[in-house]
């Protein structure tokens, strides 16, 4: 059961959600809270009752000294409210790691909470792994299932198909309660993957900005973005294989925001890279 302190009413709070685990590449959405959080000092008010909905031993707690004394910290997901902003608006910051079960259960009561508060905008963010270069912007989609919400933000409709996360699980019973629901991913270099991706994070805050319409502080993001990119040049230029690759992707981008791009175009681009490669390992 989630329990909660007594909130003062909030000023048309939007609520924004990330979670750890299968949603979050490059540990980019769940930075995005972290980092609202720091910048705004926003105040932790609930905590889900991790019993309810995590296999401690796929999320084990852990033990931790506090002034000499061992304490464990148990794996759930926190509600932080924000109210110092710098726009006319309160923030609810939901900043958690993906249940292990009751996931419908998990998302009703997490709205339910976020009607107590008056919660009027439902932002989720993700991140996945995707066939872009490092050296470009870093993609960012919007989308909602709303006509109504699509068209007051300017974002596309969804038209994802497959498995999803409790990113998505959120996003579509928000939606279906009648809450005006967006959901923002950005696509991380599956090559660098591996570790935190502050590029990744950065261009999701921006993204979130242009929506809101608000400004947030970027603090160290940018100087750690630049420093991430160059961390991956190192990698990408000490390997061959992985610096022609990267190339490929560049060319790819680049021939897809040009004005006549198409779809066959693109798709030629990376049939021309497989030859190449083919012709490279039987020697032709």
């Known amino acids: ?38 910048v705004w000092e926003a105040e932790l008010v609930a905590a889900f009752d991790p019993e309810d ?12 000294l506090d002034e000499g004394q061992r304490v464990l910290s148990w794996p759930t997901t926190r509600i ?30 997490l709205l339910e909470l976020a009607r107590h508060f008056g919660v009027t905008t439902v932002v989720t963010i993700g991140a996945l792994l995707a066939d872009v270069p490092h050296t470009r912007p870093i993609p960012v989609t919007a989308t909602a299932e709303d006509d109504s919400v699509m068209h007051r933000y300017d974002v596309e409709p969804s038209r994802y198909e ?13 939606s279906e309660a009648g809450l005006p629901t967006l959901s923002a991913w950005a696509a ?10 502050p590029k990744a994070t950065l261009s999701l805050v921006r993204r979130l900005e242009s929506l809101l319409g608000v400004t947030v502080p970027h603090g160290e993001l940018e100087e750690n973005a630049r420093a991430w990119e160059r961390g991956v040049d190192e990698l990408a230029q000490s390997d061959e294989e992985v610096a022609e690759y990267v190339q490929s992707l560049e060319e790819a981008q680049d021939t897809a925001e040009l004005p006549e791009a198409s779809g066959d175009a693109i798709a030629r681009e990376f049939e021309r890279y497989l030859r190449g490669r083919d012709d490279d390992q039987t020697g032709k």
């Open 162 to 174: 497959g498995p999803t996360g409790i990113v998505g699980v959120l996003s579509h019973t928000a």
């Open 53 to 64: 909905y995590y296999d401690f031993q796929v999320n084990r707690p852990r033990v931790l």
């Open 188 to 197: 991380v270099p599956h090559y660098a993957g591996g570790a935190p991706s």
């Open 80 to 109: 932080l409210v924000a109210t110092e902003t710098g726009f006319e608006r309160d923030v609810v910051l939901v900043q958690g790691i993906e249940p292990s079960m009751r996931w419908r259960a998990f998302s009703n009561e």
């Open 1 to 38: 059961m989630l329990e909660f302190e007594d909130v003062p009413d909030l000023v048309d709070p939007v609520l924004i959600a990330a979670f750890e685990g299968w949603n979050d590449a490059g540990e980019a959405a769940t930075s995005v809270v972290r980092h609202l959080s720091d």
